[in-house]
């Protein structure tokens, strides 16, 4: 597996090397998400992760515009267009960031605490914006590396579907659409984007931009978490992992 | 009509400076488009327009990508992810830049030719590249209030669809669909961008910020025609015009 960095990699290293890019400290997810899906968190904590999460949804569809933006070639575009749709809606609360705003007042945190983002860490909030700042000075093609977290780091985006409903019986069963919508959704957007990684990260070095890019995605999202959970402040923003850490 | 420049213009004052953006020298439009609608143009003449503003349709849908990843407000992305999708279309040859492909053809472009930009002066794609960029580094308010050309200087944008029927009989009639379509968005897209424009330019700084940016646009699509036209080079490039030349 250790080749000279200038060479190709292969399809089937290369996608090992994604995979290794979700091997960071969030390869086992976070002990926020464990403690909801265990049924051990406050109602409070579950509220904070509702908050946090509200402000991520509400950046990815400025995050896939971005990365249409950048991208040169129609037929990427068109289907990147539709994820910008899928979170925004066509109307009323359609869409991702709608379904968030109905699972958050199931839960009680009120549609204008979300929309203000009351109850958003400050380090939170900045490592969202790391997220989107890092789409924006990517590649297109490393941009949309960077989208496979649910591909190598899953239980970073772990969605508690089944615990909302068998531990957190304050939580209104009719906000839970979302976790229904997404799982169809989830598997699908895996798909095309690894088709894409691999068809148009075609030199050397966007490979390696991938792969980096990646790695940082998972790192931010871990340390959204950590801020959320309270262990926000200086930590909360990582540090890039130098490359010897993963070889 | 001469307001200390710290001040928020009312909506009519507003108005009358956006139109008053459009009246550079390209006030009466472009001796280019007139040749063609008067059916003069050769058509050697008539096909660098074709290529030229190909290159320009193509980076459509990522200026209007861009502008939807810098808006913070979802009812707007939700308008403004449509007019993505109408420059590339869902499949094949839908969308505007489809239309404009089928449009080469007719004229004797090869599709071919056109995807691959030759015949595209180098000064033609600079001054196109430049609108992107001037987007990029716009608010996202100011870059829709650029959108509203067609209400300001009209004839920058002109199509020359009846010309194109009486003048040209060497261009297939098929292929003058986009000229259709395009009729009726046009309208439609000019009132939804003048609604944003007023609506979300709404600090006397936005104010200044889209007259300065649609004036800088209308220049830039003058500039595009002149490249075209075969008055590239140096010259191809406007400065920013002195905000004392248009008081």
Sequence with gaps: MTMPSGEQWDRETFIARLQEAGEGKGKNGHSLLADIEAGSATPAAVKRWIAGRYYYQ????????????NCPVRDVRRAWVERIMEHDGRRADQGGIG???QLGEAAGV????????RNLPQA??????EQLELVERSSWQAAIAATLVDLVAPDL????????????SWIEKAGLGYFKSRAVQAARHAAQALDFTVRYC????????????????????FAMLDA????????GRPEARPAAARA
């Design 99 to 101: 379904a968030w705003l």
């Design 202 to 221: 075609d030199t050397p070095s966007l490979q390696r931009e991938a792969v980096r890019v990646l790695e940082r995605k998972c790192d931010l999202l």
């Design 157 to 168: 985006l772990r969605e508690p579907a089944t615990a909302f409903e068998k531990h957190y």
């Design 124 to 129: 939170a909030r900045e490592t969202v914006d």
């Design 228 to 235: 959320v959970e309270g262990r926000g402040g200086e930590q």
């Design 58 to 69: 509400t950046l990815l569809p400025r995050q896939d515009a971005l990365i249409t933006a």
């Design 110 to 117: 009120t549609r204008r605490d979300l929309e203000e983002h």
